[in-house]
């Protein structure tokens, strides 16, 4: 049976979904990230403690990587052996539009098959769920780069549409807005800033991450959370942590901020490389220009909401 509040997770099977029918028929999920050795015995419940660990074996395999790429690749590969539980839900796309959906039903396993080698067994659902069912906000998440990516935050959505019944898209009910078509801009402030990123003024000097052509940068995980964007100079010696916030942003943002940027330099930047960090927000306040105003190498901008209808 389904746990009461399961886990979900996007896992992709290879580039174009190339594995996803040897998935569905062996029962499995899988993935390798060039770490060619059983984890049965290596598999600490931190993640932070697994990649310290692996990412110097990944860096030794592929020697033309950066910390950034064996951190994030380290990162799923604990998620997908350790991080998801029995019981979770995993949509895997198929390639066709449609997501095949399943329970995890074991623990890690190593099977010593190349690219398929770290193991977990699925249970596949009968069903699968069309993607033009989702919501857009949960098609920007699952759509993300990466392999291995966490969706657990649309879990009434994702159950509704398992279930079988169409969603609506609504307002969460303690929310109180005086203008509901800007919330629903700003709901997608991430996806769009992406999407638009060259266009930007912070686009002419930094791109997001990008690893062999897949943009990796966004929702980049930490040890304290994920960092909504990880960009880097186009000389390659800035790394930049951008931290968006819907409407007004408070000063706590500012200690939020730094510490995803104490991680990025710690574990991530390179001895040549310095790292600076950018605050989006709709308003700002007194308190957080206080703060920012001791901040070293920590920028605020401001987003403007338009939206309006021409006659033709």
């Known amino acids: 049976m389904m746990q009461i509040n399961p886990g979900y997770y996007r896992i992709m099977a290879g580039a174009k979904s190339v594995f996803a029918q040897e998935f569905l028929e062996g029962g499995f999920i899988a993935a390798n990230w060039n770490i060619d050795q059983d984890l049965t015995h290596d598999l600490p419940d931190d993640w932070r403690e697994f990649n310290h660990r692996f990412i110097p074996v990944y860096l030794e395999a592929l ?34 539009g449609h997501y095949l959906v399943g329970k995890v039903i074991s623990d890690y396993y190593y099977v010593p098959s190349g690219e398929l080698s770290h193991r ?21 998440s699952s759509g993300s780069a990466g392999a291995v990516c966490n969706i657990t ?3 009434e959505e994702l159950k ?33 800033l992406v999407e638009n990123w060259s266009k930007t003024e912070l686009g002419a000097t930094y791109d997001i991450y990008t690893e062999e052509g897949q943009l990796v ?11 909504d964007i990880l960009a880097i100079s186009k000389d ?24 995803y940027m104490g991680y990025v330099k710690d574990e ?42 021409n006659k033709s």
Request: overall charge neutral; glycine content about 6%; hydrophobic content about 35%.
């Open 120 to 140: 977990r067994k699925v249970e596949w659902f009968e069903q699968t769920l069309p993607r033009e069912m989702m919501s857009q906000e949960l098609k920007n």
């Open 63 to 96: 020697p033309d990587k950066t910390k950034i790429s064996a951190g994030l690749a380290c990162g799923m590969l604990h998620t997908l052996s350790k991080g998801i539980k029995q019981g979770d839900i995993i949509l895997t796309p198929r390639g066709d």
């Open 268 to 309: 991530l930047a390179e001895a040549d490389q310095q790292v600076k960090g950018v605050i989006i927000a709709l308003e700002d306040d007194l308190r957080i220009r206080r703060a920012l105003s001791v901040a070293q190498n920590i920028e605020f901008y401001r987003y403007q909401l338009s939206f309006k209808l």
């Open 160 to 192: 509704t549409l398992i279930d079988g019944k169409e969603t609506v898209e609504h307002l969460e009910p303690d929310e109180v807005l005086e203008d509901p078509t800007a919330f629903a801009l700003e709901k997608h402030l991430e996806h769009f």
């Open 217 to 227: 940068g966004q929702q980049y995980p930490s040890d304290t959370g994920p960092i």
């Open 236 to 259: 390659k010696k800035t790394l930049l942590v951008v931290e968006l916030k819907r409407g007004r942003a408070s000063d706590r943002v500012v200690g939020q901020i730094q510490r």
């Open 153 to 155: 935050k649309y879990a």
